[in-house]
């Protein structure tokens, strides 16, 4: 869900997998409040925050977070922590704009970091 580009959508995308979550958030930092996706963390087994904003994100949404500053990271974490049944959901709650020219470029590079594992 590259696209997921503001809290609503990611909240949104949260949803629609019960539980065992990887949630990759990050990006250009907009400054965005985290509060309303706190709601739904129950549902997310760790946080991998990357980016510009992978950080403030991550450490709002999570005490115990994996913090790395690329995509690539993110994904190498994601792979490394996941078990059958898991879920790796890319929606970075924010723009790409800090490393990618656009969510399309971003969500591009995300599905051949995963056809390569």
Do not use: W
């Amino acid at each position: 869900d590259s696209k997921g580009t503001n809290v609503d959508a990611t909240i949104t995308a949260i949803k629609s997998f019960k539980d065992n979550i990887i949630l990759l958030v990050g990006g250009y930092e907009k400054g965005l409040a985290m509060d309303d996706m706190k709601k739904y963390m129950n549902r997310v087994k760790k946080v991998i925050g990357y980016g510009a904003s992978g950080r403030r994100i991550a450490n709002d949404l999570s005490d115990d977070p994996i913090i790395v500053q690329t995509l690539d990271e993110a994904v190498t974490q994601a792979h490394l922590l996941a078990c059958e049944g898991d879920t790796v959901l890319l929606s970075p709650t924010t723009s790409s704009f800090d490393q990618y020219k656009g969510y399309e470029q971003r969500g591009k590079h995300f599905k051949e970091l995963v056809n390569k594992l």
